[in-house]
């Protein structure tokens, strides 16, 4: 069973890259008295692309608000390919997934079997959803069928799209997010507007990354940077053996 999640990688690595085709590199403003003060917006945005492609794990969780297909998802990963998280698509469920080395867990609702056994006969898909509704299965991560679910677990992949070549970032006023003060720094690409909220304290790591006016509105919360992923391999009895026969 194949779970799409394209949509959703495409878009974060799109929030990812922020270096839009504009014209220079931008200055400080000698009247900025707000965080990074002598800094400009570009020179910001690059600072903070840069230190988040430092992290060693980091928390994403991201709302792509398509009218086609809206995409949710909430992963904690870690560079050693430790891996937890939720994902969503549309209507059609919620999955869970454990990655611990190369073995990954994944648990389907009820709702994500069916919508993913369209078209096959009812009988299967009853049995599917008995056999495997809230229940774990395992895996290999290097297997075809788990490589597209667990994108959002490979946090080298990822950041590797952190590229710190922004030169249309402008300063926008200072906000919180979940309650850090953060810098907020905004960028158009067309239709599109991106909002980057960068710390305002400690280290400026990215923090909220927002695209409106496309046809994909998406929000991107970073969070948790090399904080412990805690992935352990589910209970025995809550995992279904598929190599058993059924009944």
Known sequence: MRLLARTAVNTLCALSVLGLAACGTGSADPKDTGPFADMSGPEVANKA???????????????????????????????????????????????????TGDTVY????????????????????????KLLAGRWTESKASDPDTEDSIEFCDLDGLLKEFEANDTAARKAGETEVKGKPALR??????????TVL??????????????????EPTTMDLSEFDEPVVAKKPAAKDIVDLEQPAG
Do not use: N
């Open 106 to 129: 994944t648990k389907f609702d009820e709702a994500m079997l069916r919508e993913q056994s369209k078209g096959e006969p009812k009988a299967d898909v009853d049995a599917a959803v």
């Open 185 to 194: 720094l905004t960028e158009k690409d067309g239709k599109e507007t991106y």
């Open 198 to 215: 960068v710390a305002a304290e400690g280290a400026p790591y990215l923090l909220r990354v927002t695209s409106e006016g496309g046809e």
């Open 49 to 99: 692309l840069s230190t988040t492609k430092k992290a060693k794990s980091l928390r994403v969780a991201i709302d792509v608000r398509s009218a086609d297909s809206p995409v949710k998802a909430d992963f904690s990963a870690s560079s050693t390919g430790d891996c937890t998280g939720t994902m969503s698509i549309g209507a059609a469920g919620t999955m869970e997934i454990i990655k």
